[in-house]
Structures are given as structure tokens and as C-alpha cells.
């Protein structure tokens, strides 16, 4: 069974320069998270979804960042503009459902490679 | 959420157990301990979880006293690839339809020959 898939694994752009991530989540995966990872640092939520409707997104600095999930699948993560304080790896994760205790299981969030960004 | 604290980092060699071990003074009644793994340039992945006293899968065991103020994640006999951060985590399972993971710094364990 496919992972995550996240594109592209790497970015380089410059300050104020708009940039967008894609990712696929697992076939089946109602939730989807973006979270981002600084270096050395643990990964922090920035929005959460559930099909196609955003209910965590109290981490999501909406000035310059917005993310999409039109039709309960895929998901894309867009800055614009960006800067240099955004320079960092963008990682993606779906779990079957996001309410903890689903069904008497844990929901396992499965992480995809992460999108590296770098803005110069 | 409960805040965890864990070492920064470890040292261990080949064929040695590691038990790495998290503080959670504030964990509440309805929180899972889950511990996620994390190597260079991939997402963080699920290790094992568990609730109160002893969980064992076929990666790890993980221990949690009756106070469940702390747990320990153990690793029998690591190899180089088992060179990661793990991060302990805490969250509420019946927090109606919140799934929210607040990873930490982890602690980098790292495996020489």
C-alpha cells in the first residue's frame, strides 16, 4: 500500500516569492495534517483536516499561508509571500480518523518524506 | 496537553538494550502515551502506545508505572539503523474530535558499532 506521497521533496526560492506543497494522503484516510518541522525541533501542527473541512487550523499563520482540500483528498499548502523565517520542512500525515479512540484503536497518523523549503 | 520531558539525547552501542524515558507530571486521565520515531529526512513514524503498565510489540516495550507520571520506551538489543529521535507524546483520548500530537525536541539516540 502507497504512503504519504509529498511533492516536491525540495524547494529553493526567494523571499516573497509565493511557493505551493502537494500531498496525497493514504487511500482511505478521512484526516489530513500539515504540520511544520524546524531543524532541531519537534514537528508543530499547522492545520487539520477532516474530508474537506478544516477543524484545527488555530496554528495556521493566515496572513501569508493558506491550504486547501476541495474534494476530501489531496491537499496543497501554499505561502505567499514567503520569508526567511519560513525556511523549513513541511511534512504531511492522514489517519483514518482524528478523533482518538475511534472504534476502540488509536488512529496512527502516517507521515509522509516532508517538503524541504529553503528561502534565500 | 500534557508536557513531556525527555533526555536530549543518548548513546548506546550495538546489542545494548536503551531505555529512554519520559516525564509527564501533568498527564490526565483520559491521556495515551504514544512514542513516534523519526530518521534524517522522513516524516516521524508510530512506535507504540500504551495507557498504563506494559505494552509489547515487535519493535519495543514500553513501561508505565501506576502514576503513569512517567514512561520508559525500551529497545532491545539496537542496531545502527535504530539511530533516530524519539519523541514521547501525551493526548487525550476521548477529546472529542481532537487527534492533536505535540511532539517535543525528542531525544536523538545514537547507535555506535
Known amino acids: 500500500e502507497a504512503g504519504v506521497v509529498q511533492s516536491p521533496r525540495y524547494k529553493i526560492i526567494e523571499k516573497k516569492q509565493p511557493v505551493a506543497f502537494w500531498c496525497n494522503p493514504i487511500?482511505?484516510?478521512?484526516?489530513l495534517y500539515w504540520y511544520r518541522q524546524n531543524l532541531g525541533q519537534g514537528p508543530e501542527l499547522l492545520i487539520r483536516y477532516e474530508n474537506e473541512e478544516a477543524v484545527d487550523d488555530s496554528q495556521l499563520p493566515k496572513d501569508r499561508f493558506s491550504a486547501e482540500r476541495l474534494k476530501g483528498v489531496d491537499s496543497t499548502l501554499k505561502i505567499q509571500p514567503a520569508e526567511l523565517g519560513d525556511s523549513a520542512v513541511y511534512l504531511c500525515?492522514?489517519?483514518?480518523?482524528?478523533?482518538?479512540?475511534?472504534?476502540?484503536?488509536?488512529?496512527?497518523?502516517?507521515f509522509g518524506p516532508g517538503t524541504r523549503l529553503t528561502v534565500l | 496537553l500534557a508536557k513531556t520531558t525527555q533526555p536530549i539525547s543518548m548513546d548506546s552501542y550495538e546489542g545494548q538494550e536503551v531505555n529512554i524515558t519520559c516525564s509527564h507530571n501533568?498527564?490526565?486521565?483520559?491521556?495515551?502515551i504514544t512514542w513516534y520515531q523519526q530518521f534524517p529526512s522522513q516524516g516521524p513514524r508510530f512506535i507504540i502506545q500504551g495507557y498504563k503498565t506494559k505494552v509489547t510489540n515487535e519493535v519495543a516495550s514500553l513501561f508505565i508505572p501506576a502514576d503513569r507520571k512517567s514512561s520508559t520506551l525500551s529497545l532491545p538489543r539496537v542496531s545502527l539503523s535504530d539511530t533516530a529521535v524519539y519523541y514521547c507524546?501525551?493526548?487525550?483520548?476521548?477529546?472529542?474530535?481532537?487527534?492533536?500530537?505535540?511532539f517535543g525536541t525528542g531525544t536523538l539516540l545514537a547507535v555506535q558499532p
Open positions: 501533568n498527564i490526565a486521565t483520559n491521556d495515551y
Open positions: 500525515a492522514s489517519s483514518l480518523s482524528g478523533q482518538w479512540g475511534f472504534s476502540g484503536s488509536y488512529n496512527e497518523q502516517f
Open positions: 487511500s482511505g484516510h478521512n484526516t
Open positions: 507524546l501525551v493526548g487525550d483520548l476521548y477529546g472529542g474530535a481532537t487527534n492533536k500530537l505535540i
